[in-house]
C-alpha cells in the first residue's frame, strides 16, 4: 500500500485515474496548483515510462481495479481525475457502448468516486 508525503501540509492530493502520460499534472503546474500527492492509475508501459520520465513524484498505483486496495487513506483525496476508455462509443468500437470491455471500466471509476465521495 502507498502512504503519503508527510514533509509538508500544502497542496492537494490528486487521484488521476487512467492517467496516461499524467498529461493532469502538466495542466495543474500550468494553473498552479500545488500537489502532495499525485496518485496515477494506469497500465500501458509506454505511457507510464513517459509519466516518471517527465515527473518522478508521480505515484504509480496500477490497475484501476485494484485502486481502492492501494491507497491508505481515501478520505484524503481532494481531486479526482478520470478519462475513462471511449473505445466502446466510437466507430472502431463498433457502437457497443458499456458493453465493450474497455467501456465497462467507467464503472470503477463510479464505485471509487462513490467509496471517496459517498455523499
Known sequence: ???YKLEN???INVLSLFDGMSGAQIALERAEIP???????EIDKFAIKVAKDNHDDV????DIRGVLDNIVSLKSIDVIL???PCQGFSVAGKGLNFEHPQSKLFFEFVNIYKTIYPT
Open 1 to 3: 500500500q502507498f502512504q
Open 9 to 11: 501540509n500544502l497542496g
Open 35 to 41: 500537489v502532495l500527492n499525485y496518485f496515477a492509475s
Open 59 to 62: 505515484i504509480h498505483i496500477g
Open 82 to 84: 478520470c478519462g475513462s
